[in-house]
């Protein structure tokens, strides 16, 4: 219900905003990623800094395509959005973003002053065909790929690799992500050890591999995977794990800490590791696609979510890591429940000891056997076919319309049957029963 009155406010909202377009922010962002008080806060932010009234429209997708696909075709006229580095690749090289100004008046410029190094290091390797993505883009969140695992059920032998996935012990108490880019090159980091071993191949090279033997490599593996994975999930998978009912999860470290901290107050034991074979890192940041109407808005909006008591604030709410590396950050992580991590990396020089979550923040020895995945461009739809084989989605197609078509046929032999015998037993009432007279 709160969706829906959500969903009927925006509506209002763009109908009456058609006129005085400028007086309205529209907000493009992932499902559950945002302390939902702060746009609020921000329209009386914006108020204070400009003198200039603004209104979000707030709007939310749960599949990077889907976003995307709106603003291919020009027909959504979002202000800013928030899409995944991958994403953001193919949309400088496609040329839909505009460049954000940090031009801010008398506000302070919260974006340069306040990302952390590595982010910028990793935006540097976005490839946007001779632009920098951090021109045209900041980051939002981050985290890793890794394994989410029950302690109670789980050998710690067997613990580390990610070919744990293909391990018989576990049949049926496995879920996997249901997101065929992370799963690709997870695996084939995994396949491709002894050439990353030897040097024939560096870990940021391999992220490019889109050759018909790695898929073929990959499905080859992911086919034996098959027969023991208890669900392909795009979100269900850390509850299932909170109760137990799967014990190994091929996931992403924001989803591990929620479902570690739920499951600690079921009396459930959960814990997550980045495999030492390596593994990939991925990274969601705001832009400005180029058929934004209030510019101005869109980049003061970027700028008051790297406030650093705000990243705070979101980190709090939905579990990810934000991108902002200050040091108030950095004070507000520290919980000396963890053993120290060299943070250096995110936060400076002066973190090379600091007590933090490692599923948050991993230490700069997990960061060394970690890359970032790239856009395949034209070669897409290989990757997505390769997924669906893995899936049995065309076998399964085929089994779920013959079940439709069966049911639907039961379904109307149902309905005459019961049509026929509602108008026999009409008729013998009819005839049968005798009219009551007053």
Not at 303 to 322: H, Q, W
């Amino acid at each position: 219900m709160k969706r829906l009155f959500t969903l009927l406010a925006a509506l209002l909202l763009i109908v009456s905003c058609t006129s005085d377009r400028n007086k309205y922010l529209k907000v493009y962002n992932w499902g559950d990623y945002i302390d939902e008080s702060l746009i609020g806060e921000f329209e009386q932010w914006y108020y204070e800094q400009t003198g200039e009234e603004v209104k979000i429209i707030y709007q939310t997708f749960d599949i990077n395509e889907t976003m995307l696909s709106k603003i291919e075709k020009g027909e959504e006229d979002f202000d800013v959005v928030c899409p995944s580095d991958y994403i953001i690749e193919r949309m400088l090289r496609d040329d839909m973003l505009l460049p954000i100004d940090r031009d801010f008046g008398d506000t302070p410029n919260y974006i340069d002053d306040n990302i952390a190094p590595y982010i910028r290091e990793c935006f540097d390797k976005i490839d946007g065909s001779g632009k920098n993505a951090n021109d045209y883009s900041v980051g939002y969140m981050w985290g890793t790929a890794g394994i989410l695992y029950n302690k109670k059920y789980v050998a710690e032998e067997d613990l580390g690799t990610w070919d744990i996935i293909r391990n018989s012990k576990y049949a049926n108490k496995i879920f996997i992500k249901d997101a065929p880019r992370d799963v690709y090159c997870s695996v084939l980091i995994y396949l491709k050890q002894d050439d990353l071993k030897e040097g024939k191949i560096t870990l940021e090279e391999l992220m490019y591999d889109s050759s018909d033997a790695s898929i073929e490599a990959v499905e080859n593996y992911m086919k034996d995977v098959k027969n023991l994975v208890a669900g392909w999930e795009a979100d269900f998978g850390k509850d299932q794990m909170t109760q137990e009912r799967g014990w190994i999860n091929l996931t992403w470290s924001g989803d591990a800490v929620w479902a570690i901290e739920e499951a600690k107050a079921m009396g459930v034991e959960l814990d997550y590791y980045v495999p030492y074979e390596g593994s990939s890192v991925w990274f969601d940041g705001w832009v400005i696609p180029k058929y934004a109407k209030n510019v101005k808005a869109a980049k003061y909006f970027i700028n008051f979510l790297c406030m650093p008591e705000n990243a705070v604030r979101n980190m709090d709410v939905i579990g990810y890591v934000s991108a902002i590396g200050s040091d108030s950050v950095l004070e507000a992580i520290e919980d000396e429940e963890y053993e120290p991590l060299d943070l250096r990396y995110f936060f400076g020089p002066e973190a090379d000891s600091v007590r933090a979550n490692p599923v948050l923040y991993p230490d700069q020895s997990v960061i060394d056997r970690c890359e970032m995945m790239h856009d395949w461009g034209d070669e897409t739809p290989k990757l997505i076919s390769m997924w669906s084989r893995v899936k049995g989605n065309e076998s399964s197609n085929v089994v779920t319309i013959v079940i439709i078509c069966v049911f639907a046929v039961l379904l109307v032999i149902f309905a005459l049957r019961r049509s026929i015998s509602k108008s026999r037993r009409g008729s013998s009432n009819k005839k049968g029963k005798k009219p009551v007279r007053k």
